[in-house]
C-alpha cells in the first residue's frame, strides 16, 4: 500500500501564499511515478491544479498558471505546490494524488491524500 500525508494547509488573505506539502511512504519495493495536486470547491468537481512526472515535466491549469509552482523531492517522494497571489476563488480542499504501484507484482493506480484545506478570504 501507498500512503500520502498532506500538510500546510490553512487560512490567508487575498494575495498571500501558501505552501503544500505531500509525503509519499509505502513498503520497501513500492514506487512513486507520476504526482499532482487536485482541488475542489463546494459544489464543484475535483479538478486538476498542478501535475509533476518523476523526470520533472509540469502541466498547470490555466487558472493557477504564473501564480502557482509544483515541484517534487524524488529522493523523499514529495511533491509541493508553492501558491502565491492567492484568490478568494481558490478557496477549495486541495488532494494529493500519486501515480505509483505498492510493490513489483501490483498494478500501477492512483493513490489519493486526505485533503487539507485552503481558504483564501477577501
Known amino acids: 500500500q501507498v500512503q500520502l500525508v498532506e500538510s500546510g494547509g490553512g487560512l490567508v488573505q487575498a494575495g498571500g501564499s501558501l505552501r503544500l506539502s505531500c509525503a509519499a511512504s509505502g513498503g520497501r519495493y513500492s514506487s512513486i511515478n507520476d504526482m499532482g495536486w487536485y482541488r475542489q470547491a463546494p459544489g464543484k468537481q475535483r479538478e486538476l491544479v498542478a501535475s509533476?512526472?518523476?523526470?520533472?515535466?509540469?502541466n498547470y491549469a490555466d487558472s493557477v498558471k504564473g501564480r502557482f509552482t509544483i515541484s517534487r523531492d524524488n529522493a523523499k517522494n514529495t511533491v509541493y505546490l508553492q501558491m502565491n497571489s492567492l484568490k478568494p476563488e481558490d478557496t477549495a480542499v486541495y488532494y494529493c494524488?500519486?501515480?505509483?504501484?505498492?510493490?513489483?507484482?501490483?498494478?500501477?493506480?492512483?493513490?489519493w491524500g486526505q485533503g487539507t484545506q485552503v481558504t483564501v478570504s477577501s
Open positions: 509533476i512526472t518523476s523526470g520533472g515535466s509540469t
Open positions: 494524488k500519486a501515480k505509483g504501484r505498492a510493490n513489483f507484482y501490483a498494478p500501477m493506480r492512483d493513490y
